[in-house]
Structure formats: structure tokens, C-alpha cells
């Protein structure tokens, strides 16, 4: 009998309990300090940790170890290397790896997107270990890597990956929230902000895919035709999946258990071949390398299925695309959840508290939300008939909305407890209704005990959405704290929080058109252009923030700008050639060679039948449509070569 889940859960992680095996006592201990408060780490524990790593990984089969690594591109990389040097006995081997190596790796760093923070000639950069996201070995077929997630920096410093600047901004946002929570009477060491993102994809079978060269080359159709079924009846969502796929999603789960990542919910999504995933909560850092595993993981159990994961924000027209619905909320490390509503009035503050900080960073940093979910991809799908639109607002529901409104007034609020409901059939049971139900149409919204931040693309990282995220809660925080120390009240700065932040909620359909009117009237950002927005990331409010909690520097921002405005522009040219070769080397051809059948076609119906009108008109308005599309073709292919 197949084994179940409990048995091989995380079997290939290196987990506490794999530590706990592995070190002596005191160097277990020591690593713990280092990982839960940030105690120095020193190369004597580095060296105990190294050996007892390697040990545990090459009892899985591992003959060589990864620096797995983050780096502006949206993937992952690696550069592996063998536990192997050779021993003073000639011809002999031994197995080889200490704390500097585990600790330290070196890449070409100019190699990778910089922004103008590394010349060609300048190739030095440097990975380092991050110890609070747990290693693990993958496997691939027969080979099996211990891979090690680590953080990416230049020769000098400055971060070239998603991963640094999301702990930078884990520690600010604890740093601030632990002050407030002091300061509100409540004991705590640490706060962590936990993740949920959920992954929509498409899976097509490979054969149709080889076929398309746009879906190979841009991971989207750029030419075609509605199907005569498509996404009308909205009869895909949550149906029956077929055997094929139940085995390709059995795989794939079995897979991402063994890595430590809890799949948690599977589903059919709204369009045709299209799917969610979505794990259960981590910490933003832990959840954002979960992430990167499980997009990893989609596309080769794909492959082995003789499907095609397709990750992009709009492989398809007339059809809803895939985003990756990243659910947001703070935990102490006392287990308390700070965005859970409390049930006594008496200790509300601290979630009225916390509440207002997202809701008051939402409306002052909007652009830089916005900002976070920029790219070509990202551009097919935002404002579309399925996807928040370009203009942020946040929905929290009525309940939410009066308790805003009571601390605007300076007084004391709290939601009304859930209602009871019965559907009107005896044998089924009754059900606590929600206080609010959820806006699938708003970008941000208050879902329970957490916000879910709508807009994020399925291809993207969760690295920078968080980073933004976190920071411009820790400012929020950052200033509560501070004029509370200053001797301010606590009513008096939420009211304060709640009259400047009201113009940010709204409840109804965000798509509408009357929305955007009523947007614009209460001075909300509204910005359409990707470019528009990628340069929202260097406007001096933003550089402002994010100096001033350590997050990312100027010069750091700059060079995010530059890689993001250049992959917009790499990604869009690829799109333009692929559309110029297929349009050359398949469409212009089969649409000529057509037409020369056509017209034998008319000749030969007017020799037996003297009445070619009906053919000569088809031809009429076919050569009509080829000169059109080849006109079209020329200016693309002139914009291309001025690019």
C-alpha cells in the first residue's frame, strides 16, 4: 500500500527535526537563536551546520549542492557543485563541504539584471545562506541537489534579488509593529507577516503547444479566433477534472509535499484548462520561495503528464487569464493573528489598530501597489472583465465600514457577531453567516482575518508585492508608534487614520465604469500605462519610504527600474518578432497559396457554369484582407527594426 502523506511530508527538507538528528545539542540550540531572534552566526556553528547538512542530503542521494537564489528575472537560479575534493592519497576522493561554503557563494554578478549596478567587466557578486527558509533536496529523476536558499548581493552590497529586500522589510515591519504592540500593553518579540498564495495556471497538452511558436516563444496566443465554445457558461469552474489531469494534480501534490510545501486546495478555474493551487500560510519569506517551487514543480510535472503548464497573465483572448491572489496577514510569536477581529470590545485596540495601518498604507502608497504588479504580462490582464483594475480601492465590508466610521467620530466600535441563517430545508444544518462577504472585483479586500492583494501576476515572484506591502505597513506603524511615544492618544490617531483613509474603501463592483468616475472624483490614482507604473518606483515619496525603513536604497530602486522598464520592452519585442516570423514564414503563405486556389477554383466554375460571382467576390475580399494584413505587417516590422 502507497504511503500516506503523513509518512513522507517534507522527507526531503531539512527540518527541525532533521536538525535536531543531525547536530549535537548545542549547536542545534545556537542555530535556533539564529533563526527565530537574529543571533550572530560563527563559523564554528556554520562548520557543525555544513557537516550535518551534507550528512543528512547525501543520505537522500545528493552528490552535489545549489546556492538557490532569486535573482530580477522572475525565476530561480543555481550553479551546482560536487561534495567532492580530491584527498591527499593520490586518486582518491573525499566528501567536501564546511561553512564557507555553505555560507558563501560567488556568482557572475553582471551576468544578471542589474540596472546599471554592475558593468560587464565588473563580475563579482556574492550569495549568502538564508537561514530562516529551510534547505531541501530536489530531485530529478535519478539526481538528486541540496539546494540552499540564499540571498544575492553585489560586490558591494547592494541587492539583486527578490529575497534580500523582503527580509529587509520583514524586519521593519516586526521592528515597528513589536513597538506598537508595547506600547498598546501587549507582550510580543517578534511579528511575522504570513502569506497564502494562491496559483492559477492553464494546462494544455503538448502536442497543440509544439504546434503554436507564440505560445513557445511569449507563452501567449498573439493570433487567433475565438472558439465556438468558450467561456460563455461558465460550466468550467469548479467541474469535474478528468483522469488525466487528477493524475498530473496526484503528482504534482505528492512532489510539493515532499518539499514541505502544504498544497492545500485544487480546483477548476473559470476558463477552459484552467486551474488554482493554493498552499496553506507561511511566512512571507518561506511562502514566496514555496512559491517559486510550486511554478517550478507545475511545469515538470506537466511535462511528464505530456501537458504544457502555461504561467502567463493572458495565454489566451476572450478567455479569463491567471493571477496569484496573495492573502496577507500579521502573526506574533505568541500565535496571535493581529488582523483577527477581536470578540470583546474591551480588546479591540489592537486589531482597530493594526486594521487602520493597512488600510491608511493602501491609500497613501496605492501607486506603489500598483507599481508591484507591473508587467507586460500583467498589462493583457489588469482592468479586464476578470481582474482588479488599474484604480486601488479596498472593500471591507459594511460591518468594517461602520466600525470606520465610529473611530472617524471617536468612538468606540465594534463588528457585529455572525448571524445565524437557515436555507429552508430541515435536514440541512444551520450556518454562521459571515460579517462581510468577499468582492472578487476589488484589488485589496478584507477577507476574514487577513487582506488579499488581487492583482499580483500568476508568472511573478511574490517577493516584491510583499516587499512593497510590508514596508508601507511598517511606516504606518512606524508613525502610530511614534505619536503615541509622543503622548498622543490612541482614539485621537485612529480617528485621525480613519478621516484620511475613507476615500480608499469602497464595496461596490470595481469594474464598473461608474466606479472609475467615482474614483476619480474622491482623487484616487488611477494608472493605466505598465510603464506609467514601473516608474512610480522611483517617484521621491516612494525612495522616501523605503530608505527610511532600510528596504531598498535609491540607487537599488533606480536599478529596479531600469531592469523593470527593460524587461517590459525585451518581453514586447520578443512578442513583435514572433508575430513578424509567423506572419512571414505561416500566415502570409497559406493565405496566398489559398487564393491561388480560389481563383482556379473561379475559373474552372465560370468555364462549366458561366456564374463566377460568388467566387470572384470570396477572392475580391480575400486579396483585399492580404493586402491589409500585409500593410499591417510592414509597419510592425519597421517599428521593430527602429527598436
Not at 489531469?245 to 512532489?255: C, G, P, R, Y
Not at 477581529?341 to 486594521?355: G, Q, R, Y
Request: net charge negative; aromatic share 8%.
Amino acid at each position: 500500500m502507497k504511503p500516506y502523506v503523513t509518512e513522507y511530508f517534507a522527507e526531503n527538507v531539512f527540518t527541525d527535526a532533521a536538525m535536531q538528528a543531525y547536530l549535537p545539542a548545542d549547536a542545534y540550540a545556537a542555530l535556533r537563536r539564529t533563526i527565530d531572534e537574529g543571533a550572530p552566526l560563527t563559523i564554528e556553528l556554520a562548520n557543525q551546520v555544513a557537516v550535518a547538512m551534507r550528512d543528512w542530503a547525501v543520505g537522500l542521494g545528493a552528490t552535489h549542492y545549489t546556492h538557490w537564489f532569486q535573482p530580477m528575472t522572475g525565476q530561480t537560479a543555481e550553479k551546482h557543485d560536487a561534495f567532492l575534493s580530491p584527498a591527499e592519497e593520490s586518486g582518491k576522493v573525499i566528501l567536501d563541504f564546511d561553512g564557507k561554503k555553505l555560507i558563501r557563494g560567488e556568482t557572475d554578478a553582471s551576468s544578471f539584471p542589474s540596472g546599471g549596478l554592475r558593468a560587464t567587466f565588473e563580475a563579482r557578486g556574492y550569495t549568502t545562506w538564508d537561514c530562516t527558509s529551510p534547505p531541501f533536496v530536489r530531485k530529478d529523476g535519478e539526481v538528486s541537489t541540496l539546494c540552499i536558499p540564499t540571498a544575492f548581493c553585489s560586490y558591494s552590497g547592494e541587492a539583486l534579488d527578490e529575497k534580500t529586500p523582503l527580509l529587509r522589510s520583514m524586519e521593519s515591519l516586526s521592528r515597528q509593529a513589536v513597538r506598537v504592540l508595547g506600547l498598546l500593553g501587549v507582550e510580543a518579540k517578534k511579528v511575522v507577516p504570513c502569506v497564502g498564495g494562491e496559483q492559477e495556471y492553464f494546462l494544455i497538452d503538448k502536442s497543440a503547444f509544439a504546434r503554436r511558436k507564440d505560445l513557445i516563444y511569449t507563452g501567449r496566443t498573439l493570433f487567433g479566433a475565438p472558439p465556438a465554445k468558450g467561456q460563455e457558461l461558465e460550466d468550467q469552474y469548479y467541474s469535474n477534472m478528468s483522469s488525466r489531469v487528477a493524475k498530473f494534480m496526484a503528482e504534482l501534490n505528492e512532489e510539493l509535499w515532499k518539499l514541505g510545501v502544504i498544497a492545500k486546495t485544487q480546483h477548476y478555474e473559470a476558463a477552459p484548462a484552467q486551474y488554482e493551487l493554493a498552499p496553506v500560510y507561511a511566512s512571507a519569506n518561506i511562502a514566496t520561495d514555496h512559491n517559486q517551487i510550486i511554478m517550478e514543480m507545475l511545469r515538470r510535472v506537466a511535462e511528464r503528464h505530456g501537458f504544457a503548464c502555461l504561467l502567463h497573465e493572458k495565454p489566451f483572448d476572450h478567455v479569463n487569464g491567471s493571477g496569484k491572489h496573495n492573502n496577507w496577514s500579521l502573526m506574533t510569536d505568541t500565535g496571535k493573528n493581529l488582523l483577527k477581529p477581536a470578540k470583546k470590545l474591551e480588546d479591540s485596540d489592537v486589531f482597530n489598530t493594526f486594521f487602520m495601518a493597512v488600510i491608511a498604507a493602501v491609500n497613501e502608497y496605492s501607486p506603489a501597489l500598483r507599481m508591484s504588479c507591473a508587467s507586460l504580462g500583467n498589462s493583457y490582464r489588469l482592468g479586464g472583465n476578470e481582474a482588479p483594475p488599474a484604480v486601488i480601492s479596498a472593500y471591507i465590508g459594511s460591518d468594517l465600514c461602520a466600525l470606520v466610521d465610529h473611530l472617524a467620530e471617536k468612538q468606540t466600535g465594534s463588528l457585529a457577531k455572525k448571524k445565524e441563517m437557515t436555507i429552508g430545508v430541515s435536514t440541512l444544518p444551520m450556518l454562521l453567516r459571515d460579517t462581510s462577504d468577499r468582492n472578487r472585483t476589488s484589488p485589496f479586500a478584507f477577507t476574514g482575518n487577513k487582506f488579499e492583494f488581487r492583482m499580483v501576476g500568476s508568472s511573478q515572484s511574490l517577493g516584491l508585492p510583499n516587499t512593497v506591502l510590508n514596508t508601507i505597513v511598517a511606516e504606518q506603524l512606524m508613525r502610530i508608534a511614534d505619536r503615541l511615544e509622543s503622548g498622543e492618544s490612541l482614539k485621537d490617531i485612529l480617528a485621525d487614520l480613519a478621516i484620511k483613509s475613507r476615500r480608499i474603501l469602497f464595496n461596490g463592483d470595481s469594474y464598473t465604469a461608474e466606479w472609475r468616475q467615482e474614483a476619480e472624483r474622491r482623487g484616487l490614482p488611477c494608472i493605466e500605462s505598465t510603464v506609467d507604473a514601473i516608474e512610480v518606483m522611483t517617484s521621491p515619496d516612494l525612495v522616501d519610504v523605503f530608505t527610511r525603513q532600510g528596504v531598498l536604497s535609491a540607487t537599488e530602486l533606480s536599478s529596479r527600474r531600469e531592469i523593470a522598464l527593460m524587461s517590459y520592452a525585451k518581453h514586447g519585442s520578443i512578442e513583435s518578432a514572433t508575430m513578424l516570423k509567423m506572419s512571414r514564414q505561416k500566415i502570409l503563405p497559406a493565405c496566398i497559396r489559398y487564393s491561388k486556389v480560389l481563383a482556379e477554383s473561379s475559373t474552372a466554375v465560370k468555364a462549366a457554369m458561366g456564374d463566377n460571382s460568388v467566387h470572384s467576390e470570396l477572392l475580391a475580399n480575400l486579396c483585399r484582407g492580404i493586402r491589409s494584413f500585409k500593410d499591417a505587417v510592414d509597419v510592425l516590422e519597421k517599428a521593430q527594426g527602429e527598436y
